[in-house]
């Protein structure tokens, strides 16, 4: 599966973006899809997570409130909808695709086995 990011830009806090990601085949629908995100000299953080069914989402608690994950498998399209982002949001943000995880391990990044390419979001103060 490859997975393409993209919707990060440059946004004042208190703004708004949305990511997406986009798988290249018609196989989504069959995998976990997370969001993790890094910053520089630091590891990568987890997100957000949908299951493949979209009924159960978990969220990092720094963003619980403010973000939005969601899918449309007939789109083959996962969505990340920020709301009244901060600048410590501010890092690159990579989907991420793998088996139906336990809720133990879905915020783990090694679990996850399909990754984008990272899109960067730079929220400025």
């Not at 809720?103 to 929220?123: K, M, N, P």
Request: with cysteine; hydrophobic share 35%; proline share 2%.
């Amino acid at each position: 599966v490859q997975l393409q990011a993209s919707g990060g830009g440059l946004v004042q806090a208190g703004g708004s973006l949305r990511l997406s990601c986009a798988a290249s085949r018609n196989t989504i629908s069959s995998y976990t899809v997370g969001w993790f995100r890094q910053i520089p000299g630091n590891e990568r953080e987890f997100v957000a997570a949908i299951r493949r069914n979209g009924g159960s989402t978990h969220y990092t608690t720094s963003v619980k409130g403010r973000f939005t994950i969601s899918r449309d498998n007939a789109k083959n399209t996962v969505w990340l909808q920020m709301n009244s982002l901060k600048p410590e949001d501010t890092a690159v943000y990579y989907c991420a695709a793998g088996p139906n995880l336990i809720l133990s391990s879905i915020g783990s990044a090694l679990r996850y086995d399909y990754w984008g390419q990272g899109t960067q979001v730079t929220v400025s103060s």
